[in-house]
């Protein structure tokens, strides 16, 4: 009896608004025995339902995050065209014969950034369709959308309207610039932001031209932060009761993730030294170099690497050498040592020189293209590729989810959905609307 009296104390001190909380976790215990037990209620995220608003990258990744994590995440989309990047191919996952869909298949990019999520195709044109969207709301714990500051307002989905209808959502916004500021009205994407913020000014070869990364990082890192600021303002709204707005800038996370480069500006008042390609400011070596048949990368980080890399390359004397024995000294004779080196690298094939340095400790590693990357030994070893049946498409390849977790397997679970596959279960099984009631929607072309 005292222990029990003793933890509703402590528990009352963690709670500043009990009332709230308790309706929260009521609600949250109640769709977790709803889905039932099995091995997904094990998940991180389990038993927490997401209002996707989002299309193209940052969005998308966030909530496939999620969804990986167990979230049930409701994708809603034009009744139509669906995501952007449904039209963004090829490559396709062409249709099965008999699957009664038509045009040329799944977009691979749509599929990269969609399983574990069903779709919902909806019209924010008609009130009904504003009507099923505020429903939803109601029933989620987050909402993520990535529409321009204020264009959700004229549809009742903006915050201050959806946190009345469900003062626990968490509701975050993906923009280009934020909700405030002198860009905030402008449409970002992703290599405006890296030209704009940084990013594509330090990337490139040294005497080359400023280039995007080859991958969409900035939306990529914006995702990722989105999905850790979600479940930290789960953990908060855990305390609290209350739910909050996240604002995130592709803008500012460009800006954050500049990390040591930042910090180098700042502290010294100078502008960054430009464009170094594979190799680093104040590290020599540190790149990559040509092979017989490709380039591999050696990292001379400090002067003892420096002499495992001497002695496997069988110039030992190098290490003695005045212009090299030191770090400072090699970068002020950084092209010439450079040079020597790919004398000697382009005499033997990438893999003989991963051989000759294998177990030495020094970093080094071949320069893979994406392909050889999927198929490698390692990548294989950490189970990032897997397969799964898609429904119209048949077996498809995804990269799996990169966390592992000791008493949880996140990954994929379902695979990517075709627009509006999920219509009539989420508005028959989630909101209760009868058969007759979604035909209506459908008719309005409310939703698909």
């Not at 995130?248 to 464009?275: E, F, H, M, P």
């Not at 980080?301 to 496997?312: A, E, V, Y």
């Not at 000759?356 to 390692?378: C, Q, R, T, W």
Request: proline content about 5%.
């Amino acid at each position: 009896m005292f222990g029990r009296a003793l933890t509703r104390a402590r528990y009352g001190t963690w709670l500043i608004r009990v009332d709230q909380y308790r309706a929260i976790r009521a609600r949250h215990y109640s769709t977790m025995m709803e889905r039932g037990s099995g091995t997904q209620d094990s998940l991180p995220l389990a038993g927490y339902r997401v209002l996707d608003m989002t299309r193209v990258l940052a969005g998308p990744y966030c909530t496939q995050i999620l969804g990986d994590l167990g979230a049930e995440v409701i994708k809603i989309e034009h009744p139509t065209r669906g995501d952007d990047t449904r039209a963004w191919g090829p490559p396709y996952a062409t249709y099965k014969e008999g699957s009664g869909h038509e045009g040329p298949g799944e977009s691979a990019y749509f599929l990269a950034v969609n399983r574990n999520k069903k779709s919902l195709g909806l019209s924010f044109q008609h009130p009904e369709g504003v009507e099923v969207l505020h429903k939803l709301a109601a029933k989620c714990d987050i909402l993520v959308e990535n529409y321009l500051p204020g264009s959700l307002k004229k549809y009742g989905m903006d915050f201050e309207t959806i946190r009345k209808i469900n003062p626990g959502l968490i509701y975050a916004s993906i923009t280009g610039y934020g909700q405030t500021g002198p860009y905030s009205q402008r449409a970002g994407y992703d290599v405006m932001v890296e030209a704009e913020f940084g990013l594509m000014h330090i990337t490139g070869n040294r005497d080359g031209p400023p280039v995007k990364v080859g991958v969409a990082v900035t939306d990529l890192t914006t995702g990722l932060y989105t999905s850790n600021s979600i479940m930290a303002a789960l953990l908060s709204r855990a305390k609290t009761g209350c739910g909050q707005h996240i604002d995130v800038a592709l803008s500012d996370c460009q800006t954050a993730t500049l990390a040591n480069i930042a910090s180098s500006c700042l502290i010294s008042g100078k502008r960054d030294s430009g464009r170094w390609g594979t190799a680093h400011p104040s590290i020599v070596p540190y790149k990559s170099f040509k092979t017989k048949d490709g380039d591999v990368l050696f990292g001379g980080g400090n002067d003892r690497l420096f002499g495992i890399l001497c002695d496997g390359l069988g110039r030992p004397e190098w290490k003695t050498d005045p212009k090299y024995s030191i770090n400072s000294n090699r970068v002020a004779n950084r092209t010439e040592l450079e040079d020597e080196i790919e004398k000697v690298s382009v005499q033997k094939t990438t893999q003989e020189w991963l051989e000759i340095f294998e177990g030495k400790g020094m970093p080094y590693a071949a320069v893979n293209d994406v392909h050889d990357s999927l198929h490698h030994e390692h990548s294989k070893a950490r189970n990032m590729v897997v397969e799964l049946e898609h429904e119209q498409c048949g077996p498809i390849k995804m990269v799996n989810t990169p966390v592992k977790y000791s008493e949880s397997t996140p990954g994929v679970r379902t695979a990517p959905p075709t627009l509006g596959q999920h219509t009539d279960e989420v508005l028959s099984g989630l909101l209760g609307l009868g058969n007759s009631e979604v035909a209506a929607l459908k008719e309005k072309g409310a939703v698909r």
